[in-house]
């Protein structure tokens, strides 16, 4: 009987410009806005942490230093808080600098395939997991961990997916699979690239969290470029499907597009709502605006 390799490592896409969130990603990479008062990157850092990933890579690019800075030590900024007695703080900002974290440039913006394919070194041949900075999951038990279960009970690679309205599946990859035994689990026969609404063969879309294969590289590398000169990592999944078994699973959690300023917003809100020192005074503050624009 084959022996499954664990999933140890984690590959983070992080070389976008950001354009939706513009003026305010001009200077400033997308993964760094924050979401209450913590960076929306940190929050995918953590999920993968949860989840017992023991390495994570960031594809980085351009501009991109100031996440390399928030994770590395700052000295005069520890001192300061010592001085000032500010342990709480001062160990918050330590945890975040001990986190185990590897960078690689995509030195030109060819695709999340090509992005995945500048990993292929780091992750050599083992299963890997990818975690997409635009999909923030807020769940009990973390999506990618959930994802990372039915890796190790079948052996293949994961598709997280939800299910999305009619009218969104224009938007997003979306698979054609079918149920198995096992709960909110599918076998993925293929994938639909933002198919028309009549044409979708399912509202199951792929969403920012996958349990990939080692094969995937090989597969990458013959992959040609599509519109923009990008390489996609649906097309490539699309072939590793047909090579070897391939799964989704439909995974719980309240998702967030925070690469979208609605779904961006709403995460900001429900987040501050989660804090009891601010959920009091900012339900006050959303009854009264919602009394003021009443009709």
Known sequence: MTTIKPVRRAV??????????????????????PIVDKPTIQYIIEEALASGIEDIIIISGKSKRAIEDHF?????????????GKF???????????????YIRQKEPRGLG???LCARRFIGDEPFAVLLGDDV?????????????????????VLGVQEVAP?????????????????RTYTVKDMV????????????????????????????????PGRGNEIQLTDALRVLAKQQPMYAYNFEGRRYDVG???????????????????????????KHIVDANKE
Do not use: C, W
Request: no cysteine; hydrophobic share 40%.
């Open 114 to 116: 090509h992005a995945i």
């Open 167 to 183: 009218e969104k599946v224009s938007s997003y990859g979306i698979i054609d699979g079918a149920p198995t035994e096992e709960a």
């Open 12 to 33: 983070i896409p992080a070389a976008g410009l950001g354009t939706r969130f513009l003026p305010a990603t001009k200077a400033t990479p997308k993964e760094m806005l």
């Open 193 to 224: 690239e933002k198919p028309a609404q009549e044409e979708a063969p399912s509202r199951l879309a792929v969403l920012g969290r996958y349990i990939i294969t080692p094969e995937i590289f090989d597969i990458l590398e013959n992959t040609p």
């Open 88 to 102: 709480e703080q001062l160990e918050m900002v330590r945890r975040i600098s001990e986190i185990n974290l590897h």
């Open 72 to 84: 590395d030590r700052n000295m005069e900024l520890e001192m300061s808080l010592e001085a000032s």
């Open 137 to 157: 999951v807020d769940s009990e038990k973390p999506a990618l961990k959930q994802l990372i279960d039915v890796y190790d009970r079948r052996g293949f690679s």
């Open 260 to 286: 979208d300023k609605q779904g961006f917003i709403e995460a900001t809100v429900e987040y501050a709502l989660k804090r009891p020192e601010m959920r009091g005074k900012l339900l006050e503050y959303l």
